[in-house]
């Protein structure tokens, strides 16, 4: 029996995907004959020069809301949405034109890989290609075993809506080992899949849901992610090849408005620093490498242990370079940034998001402070560590003065930044700030307000986050929160700092 593991488009072209070589490698230490497929980067290679657009970040809302029903069931919803305008026209008949092509394409290599089992790995903006990819397997060889998961998949979100497509057979939530490895008894044993922890299913209309997935306890007995079957020279950053890594997985934090904690059952875990060292040993050896961005949502979730690890990598002396996201702590010490520096990591990610204790508190940081930032900003500088950050504005209750004391701070530290990737919020379902919208007098305007019949099971999808809502006393609003933004930039324009500088770069690539 075989299983195929597919990235569909839309998804990120930077580095080798890591889900992908994550479930590979768990197959391949469980003996499971299997195939991967990441259509994502070889349609962009293919397709990059007529339709680059599709992966330009800033487009990115192609692939979601407005659109999604409409692309997914043009008949059925022909009469609902609005009209269109001409230049909106044009971008609907180019993605439909582009799918009728792709699909099948797809498609057809996946039924000719004679998998019994497909694995689609579900992000935000790439969960209609992986519908209409199902959906043409299924109409050609109703037996094979459709599977969801991924981001997209998150416990709470999507599964019902999936599910109810008739397209797929069980959604993974979280954590995808050992849900795979039991699709895959239970499809060899028994020819169906039946309910284990982490597994949603849909049987005579009526939905199971088998609970939260059980979390793997001890991450060392996870095999090294495989990325041989991957086109590593395809990918944005191959030259010099970047791989992506992770240490651990989870966060031990719970800021009000992030979803991404929930994937992992909102529990951190780390592996072992013998663990981490031999990892950046193997690919090394086996890629030629030396380059590696960490993945984790963050790298000093314990702290301790991320100074074991720094300091096992010096004692390894590997000669390599690394980066990924960070928080801002007091319970990091100079000495301990010294230990990572000399390791070879040489950058830091900050979620700032604002310096205002009023915000800050808001978002469930308030072990932020003003102090904390600059003084932290100026110790990571001093050792040699490069440093961005992350902003939003807009949270509901943030005042102008909030606004004007962040956008203040940035400015007196600009010396200390090397860029700034600011947004408005947006609110994910399924966070902290989504379940007290009422609490907090939000209103969230649907993009789709009437379902046809037959398809009110439509209603069940849910948006990854919204941009477009409002508070009822009035004073927060996407006009007002896009005033800010653009003053922000303009501001930090005139100071000659840069704002989302990797994004550009990547964009100005596509467009060139």
Same mark, same amino acid.
């Given at each position: ?135 043409? /397997? =299924?109409?050609? @060889? ?6 969801? &998961?991924?981001?997209?998949? !998150?416990?709470? $979100? #999507? ?39 982490? /597994? =949603?299913?849909? @049987? ?6 088998? &609970?939260?997935?059980?979390? !793997?306890?001890? $991450? #060392? ?40 904690? =929930? ?250």
């Amino acid at each position: 029996m075989k299983v195929s593991l597919v990235q569909t488009p839309v998804w990120a072209i930077d580095k080798p995907h890591l889900t992908l070589a994550t479930l590979s490698a768990w197959l391949t230490q469980n003996k499971i004959n299997h195939e991967v497929f990441d259509f994502n980067i070889d349609l962009f290679d293919k397709y990059k020069n007529e339709c680059v657009e599709f992966w330009q970040t800033s487009n990115h809302y192609l692939w979601q809301q407005r659109y999604f029903f409409y692309l997914l069931y043009p008949k059925a919803f022909s009469e609902i949405y609005p009209s269109y305008g001409v230049e909106e026209k044009e971008v609907i008949d180019k993605i439909n034109n582009w799918l009728e092509e792709v699909i099948p394409e797809m498609g057809e290599q996946l039924l000719s890989s004679n998998s019994q089992i497909i694995g689609f790995t579900v992000g935000m903006t790439s969960s209609l290609t992986s519908l209409l990819v199902a959906k043409y /397997i =299924k109409q050609k @060889k109703p037996n094979i075993k459709i599977i969801f &998961g991924g981001s997209n998949c !998150i416990r709470g $979100l #999507n599964a019902e809506f999936f599910l109810r497509t008739g397209y797929v057979d069980a959604v993974a939530e979280g954590e995808g080992e050992k849900s795979l490895l039991r699709i895959y008894e239970d499809v060899k044993q028994f020819g169906e899949i039946r309910l284990h922890p982490g /597994i =949603k299913l849909l @049987k005579d209309c009526n939905l199971f849901d088998g &609970g939260p997935i059980d979390l !793997i306890e001890d $991450l #060392n007995v996870l095999p090294f992610p495989q990325f041989n079957s991957l086109p590593l020279k395809k990918y944005f950053f191959s030259s010099p090849l970047t791989l992506p890594i992770t240490i651990s997985r989870g966060c031990p934090y719970n800021c009000s408005f992030c979803i991404d904690r =929930k994937a992992w059952n909102c529990k951190y875990r780390h592996f072992s620093p013998k663990y981490v060292v031999e990892k950046f040993k193997h690919y090394m050896k086996a890629y030629s490498l030396s380059n590696f961005h960490a993945n984790d949502l963050i790298l000093n979730g314990n702290p301790k242990f991320l100074e074991e690890v720094s300091e096992a990598l010096i004692k390894a002396n590997l000669n390599m370079k690394w980066l990924g996201q960070f928080r801002i702590s007091d319970l990091v010490s100079k000495e301990m940034l010294q230990k990572l520096r000399k390791s070879g990591c040489y950058h830091f990610s900050y979620g700032v998001e604002s310096v205002s204790d009023n915000v800050l508190a808001g978002m469930n940081k308030s072990t932020y402070s003003k102090e904390l930032v600059s003084n932290f900003f100026k110790m990571a500088n001093s050792v040699g560590i490069t440093q961005d950050l992350m902003l939003i504005f807009g949270y509901p209750g943030e005042t102008w003065e909030d606004f004007e004391e962040t956008l203040n701070f940035i400015l007196a530290h600009k010396n200390h930044i090397g860029e700034v990737h600011a947004g408005t919020l947006f609110i994910s379902e399924g966070t902290w700030l989504f379940e007290n919208r009422e609490k907090l007098g939000i209103q969230i305007e649907p993009d789709v307000k009437s379902f046809p019949k037959g398809y009110e099971f439509c209603k069940l999808y849910k948006w990854h986050y919204s941009h477009e809502w409002s508070t009822k006393d009035g004073k927060s609003n996407y006009p007002e929160r896009k005033k800010k933004l653009d003053f922000f930039l303009k501001k930090i324009k005139e100071s000659g700092m840069v704002n989302s500088k990797s994004g550009k770069v990547v964009d100005e690539v596509l467009s060139h």
